[in-house]
């Protein structure tokens, strides 16, 4: 299993990288049509930390999947909508399952209480994870709404948040490290030859 953790904004590249690696189908269901690499860009430039919060499934040190939330706490301030990419290596490895049981809890643990995400009808793997978590689903326009109503947080769901995002920090210097041993294991070969 990747290691899941927050993507801090210095990681806004690799978050680029993971939209634009998309295939063109994942790229299209992620945002529900046709999107051009200079739309992606647009895109990620676009997004306000001080809104937003990033969750991402890295695999050796590279991010393969992520959701996004994103909420107005002026306009819309106990609601929030976010959205879920996993790269085609990781799919049906339940990584999506994990991001969207902790992007949910992450909007619980801000009061937010009304989460919307939206598919196409086509796009059975995410309409089903929206039904395993609790979503909501409705038909409008052509797209379908998923809509997930949170209890307000309590000292379990921040306990929880905690302990995942220790869990993920401490995962990713285990990585880390393991990544520098392969490294450091092939520089005297290499340099041997």
Same mark, same amino acid.
């Given at each position: 299993?990747?290691?899941?953790r927050?993507?801090?904004?210095?990681?806004?590249?690799?978050?680029?990288?993971?939209?634009?690696? #998309?295939n063109?189908? +994942?790229?299209?269901?992620r945002?529900?049509?046709?999107?051009?690499?200079?739309?992606?860009?647009?895109?990620?430039?676009?997004? +306000?930390?001080?809104?937003?919060?990033?969750?991402g499934?890295?695999?050796?040190g590279?991010?393969?999947?992520?959701?996004?939330?994103?909420?107005d706490?002026? *306009?819309?301030? +106990?609601?929030?909508?976010?959205?879920?990419s996993v790269?085609?290596?990781?799919?049906?490895?339940?990584?999506?399952?994990t991001?969207?049981?902790?992007? #949910?809890?992450?909007a619980?643990?801000?009061?937010?209480?009304?989460?919307?995400?939206?598919?196409?009808?086509?796009?059975?793997?995410?309409?089903?994870?929206?039904?395993?978590?609790?979503g909501?689903l409705? *038909?409008?326009?052509?797209?379908?709404?998923?809509?997930?109503?949170?209890?307000?947080?309590?000292?379990?769901?921040?306990? #929880?948040?905690?302990?995942?995002?220790?869990s993920?920090?401490?995962?990713?210097?285990?990585?880390?490290?393991?990544?520098?041993?392969?490294?450091s294991?092939? *520089?005297?070969?290499?340099?041997?030859a």
């Amino acid at each position: 299993m990747p290691v899941i953790r927050k993507i801090m904004p210095t990681e806004l590249p690799q978050y680029r990288a993971h939209l634009l690696r #998309l295939n063109r189908s +994942d790229r299209y269901a992620r945002f529900t049509g046709t999107l051009s690499d200079e739309a992606v860009e647009r895109h990620c430039a676009a997004i +306000d930390w001080g809104r937003t919060v990033l969750l991402g499934a890295f695999e050796d040190g590279v991010l393969r999947g992520a959701a996004e939330l994103c909420g107005d706490r002026i *306009l819309w301030p +106990d609601q929030a909508e976010f959205g879920i990419s996993v790269e085609s290596g990781l799919q049906g490895k339940g990584v999506g399952s994990t991001l969207v049981r902790r992007i #949910l809890t992450v909007a619980r643990n801000r009061g937010i209480r009304h989460v919307h995400m939206m598919c196409l009808p086509e796009n059975v793997r995410t309409r089903a994870l929206a039904r395993r978590f609790g979503g909501r689903l409705a *038909l409008e326009g052509g797209e379908v709404t998923a809509l997930f109503e949170l209890p307000p947080p309590n000292q379990f769901s921040f306990a #929880l948040e905690a302990l995942e995002d220790g869990s993920g920090a401490f995962n990713s210097i285990l990585t880390g490290n393991a990544i520098l041993s392969r490294l450091s294991g092939a *520089l005297p070969q290499r340099l041997a030859a």
